[in-house]
């Protein structure tokens, strides 16, 4: 992909998790009287105090934010990041300047409180996949990791979160509303994770063994599958051994373990990998070594 291609891929994608934004909060969450989360939220609750456009609140918050990022954070990280506050604070005022559809639960809320967090997840998956935000929260904790690497960024978003959703009560009078709330950052998170997640279900083996050689040719023409091999000291015994590492698909779990089995006082732990990049299957043109 040359660079104008690439370019004009990001801000297509910038611009539909623009409308994807403006789209689920203004149908889904506005008249269902519970607040989203983040910057979302405070703009929604105060344009239900106010009756004035979350739209333009959405805007009015961020700026300071964005203005304090160009001296922390990378340029194109901010830039993408303004860009999307523009777009979605316009298309979210224009939306309820034509009156658009907004989807009114009679008696369930929770599908409000689902279907937003759905698509507005994929809206914030998306933003992170191209290296940017959308605004508020995102750029707070971002500046905070940046000065302080150690401290765990989604621990500081969802106490962030939390506070907005217990400060939503002064505004709906409902303990239900902050159910919702609740309810919404965890489909919110897992539709984040959705997009986040690589197209490849990968499993990462770690193996202690003494038969390297011995698996070596199970993991290539078996499983046809690279590995790592390093050497390794057992602490409680002081026996020398070997950790294999090896990636592969999610399927080959149960044909994995089957020939470990084969190899006695072999210990093996596997845990599932976010995502892969690169070839992790072994290449039939490749020699063995």
């Given amino acids: 992909m040359n660079k104008k291609t690439k370019i004009f891929t990001e801000i297509f994608l910038t611009l539909l998790s623009a409308i994807i934004s403006a789209l689920t909060l203004h149908v889904f969450v506005y008249n269902n009287k519970f607040a989203p989360s983040g910057v ?43 860009l999307f506050t523009v777009l979605s604070s316009a298309f979210i005022y224009l939306l309820a300047e034509i009156n658009f559809y907004q989807y009114k639960a009679e008696n369930e809320r929770l599908l409000a409180a689902i279907f937003s967090g759905i698509l507005l997840g994929i809206r914030t998956g998306i933003m992170i996949r191209l290296g940017s935000s959308t605004g508020g929260v995102d750029i707070v904790a971002s500046i905070f ?46 539709g984040v994770n959705f997009v986040m997640k690589d197209n490849r279900d990968a499993v990462e083996f770690k193996i ?56 006695p006082k072999t210990f093996v732990y596997y845990s599932k990998v ?11 043109s490749d020699i063995p070594k």
């Fill in 208 to 263: 202690i063994t003494k038969y390297p050689e011995e698996l070596k040719q199970e993991i290539l023409f078996e499983l046809k599958h690279g590995a790592t091999v390093m050497e390794s000291k057992g602490m409680f015994t002081g026996e020398d051994s070997n950790m294999i590492i090896s990636i592969v698909n999610q399927r080959q779990i149960p044909e994995f373990l089957k020939i470990i089995n084969k190899y």
């Fill in 145 to 190: 990791q940046k000065r302080n690497t150690h401290i765990n960024i989604e621990r500081i978003i969802s106490v962030i979160c939390y506070a907005i959703f217990l400060a939503s009560f002064i505004v709906y009078k409902d303990l239900n509303s902050i159910l919702l709330s609740f309810v919404q950052m965890y489909i919110f998170e897992w």
């Fill in 40 to 82: 979302d939220g405070i703009a929604t609750m105060l344009q239900e105090i106010t009756q004035i456009n979350a739209g333009i609140y959405y805007f009015v918050l961020n700026i300071p934010l964005l203005i304090i990022a160009w001296f922390f954070l990378d340029k194109r990280f901010v830039i993408y990041t303004v």
């Fill in 274 to 284: 976010m995502g892969v990049r690169g070839n992790f299957r072994w290449c039939k």
